[in-house]
């Protein structure tokens, strides 16, 4: 319908020109949340009492000191490539958490339009997001003062979200006598990365040390939602505290929730490769990348401490709130977590019996049988963001062009990742040993 079409059109126009003007330089009247502090009197990170900026131009950053770490790394100086490393990922943490305070405080932005531009839908949002734009990068200087925002590296920037820092860690810290800490860095690597087949054996390597226990073998930084899960999953396989394992379930649900939108928040602004002089292009790749990474985001929250991938966590918890209310007597609560669990699996033969057995209890109303309104919400968003991604681009098509384009074009070939050494399996010792003896 036009209707339709005309809602997705204006949401495609919000995401080409969040794209657009993220880091556009349009003034900005008015006064930043920051303002307001300092006139308050109170201090401000990056700035002086005086309002000054912070001089923090000769900070090294995360990239370079990345790039110092990987160096040191190559030359086998552990404790360097350990104190390097170690900085990098202190620096990366903050600058993460420093631009998602400064991308939510900024988003009230997109809802303050003057009156004659309110009724124009391409005008109402340049001005929105140009004054989001400006905002988030004042906001950027008021917390980290001067620093150079030179673009990081793609290489460099896509290390970091897969934690490739911790592989190297591991090793080091292995090679320096930190046993403990050479565990949790790899099982950090291996939460993010479950699929890496090296990161597996190395889990396996250090899980079979006397010294790494359950409770130590695990992430440095693992998600709150996903510790809450492990408790939840605990008191339900108890087989009696269901309803202490509805209220854990809970509390898991809220804790994805905010950290699906820190993900999703994390996605705007990521660099694209040139798509040519023509604006729509760049615009299209811009948009690509943002709702690949989006889509992205279930699999990133979806990971355990030992590796496993859910196929959909967000629908694993409802599947277990189904059964735990039920057990629990609260038949309520148990046919609208079924059927917001069908929202994402609307065929499964299970979930419909359940919902089946559902009605026929005493005292379930016909009203019961709705999916939870927020979740509605989330799923919605979901589901218009694919419809979009499928319009920009056949993903087949362009990987097969992009396979034929680097057959001539070396340029274009995926680099290769660094071989990363791993610990010495016990036969290897043993046979390093014998060497070692034999040399004596």
Same mark, same amino acid.
Request: proline share 0%; no cysteine.
């Given at each position: 319908s036009s209707s339709a079409s005309s809602s997705v059109s204006v949401l495609c126009l919000r995401f080409l020109l969040l794209f657009f003007a993220a880091e556009s330089s349009v003034g900005f009247q008015g006064f930043s949340p920051f303002d307001m502090m300092r006139l308050q009197g109170i201090e401000v990170p990056g700035m002086t009492s005086e309002g000054e900026e912070i001089d923090t131009s000769s900070i090294a950053t995360y990239d370079e000191l990345y790039t110092d770490a990987v160096a040191a790394y190559d030359q086998q100086s552990w404790t360097e490539t350990i104190r390097l490393m170690e900085k990098a990922l202190a620096d990366y943490e903050a600058v993460s958490e420093g631009l998602q305070t400064c991308k939510t405080q900024c988003n009230d932005s997109l809802d303050h339009v003057p009156a004659p531009l309110r009724d124009d839908v391409e005008y109402s949002y340049f001005h929105a997001i140009l004054t989001r734009s400006q905002c988030v990068r004042r906001c950027k200087r008021n917390k980290f003062g001067n620093r150079a925002w030179s673009d990081v590296p793609k290489d460099v920037a896509q290390a970091f979200e897969r934690r490739l820092p911790y592989m190297y860690l591991q090793l080091a810290y292995f090679k320096a006598g930190e046993t403990i800490k050479a565990a949790q860095s790899a099982a950090t690597y291996l939460y993010y990365n479950p699929d890496d087949e090296l990161a597996v054996s190395n889990a396996k390597y250090y899980e079979s040390l006397p010294d790494v226990t359950k409770d130590v073998f695990k992430p440095v930084d693992m998600m709150s939602h996903m510790e809450l899960f492990d408790e939840a999953v605990a008191l339900y396989d108890s087989g009696e505290k269901w309803a202490e394992a509805a209220v854990s379930f809970e509390k898991s649900l809220a804790e994805y929730v905010i950290e699906w939108k820190r993900c999703r928040l994390a996605c705007e602004g990521r660099s694209v490769e040139p798509a040519g002089p023509h604006l729509d292009n760049l615009l299209g790749k811009q948009v690509a990348a943002m709702l690949e990474c989006r889509r992205a985001c279930a699999n990133r929250l &979806?990971?355990?401490?030992? &590796?496993?991938?859910?196929?959909?966590?967000? =629908?694993?918890?409802?599947?277990?709130?189904?059964? =735990?209310?039920?057990? =629990?007597g609260d038949s309520k609560l148990a046919v609208e977590c079924a059927m917001t669990y069908l929202l994402y699996r609307p065929g499964e033969e299970v979930m419909l019996k359940n919902v089946e057995l559902y009605r026929g209890l005493e005292g379930v109303k016909e009203e019961y049988f709705v999916p939870r309104e927020d979740i509605v919400s989330k799923f919605n968003i979901e589901k218009t963001e694919s419809e979009l991604l499928r319009l920009t681009a056949e993903p087949d098509v362009e990987a097969q062009f992009r396979k034929n384009m680097a057959e001539d074009d070396p340029n274009l070939k995926i680099p290769v990742e660094p071989e990363i050494e791993t610990p010495p399996t016990e036969e290897e010792k043993t046979v390093e040993e014998e060497i070692d003896k034999t040399e004596l």
């Open positions: &979806g990971s355990n401490r030992r &590796g496993r991938v859910y196929d959909n966590f967000f =629908a694993e918890i409802f599947h277990y709130l189904q059964f =735990a209310y039920y057990k =629990a």
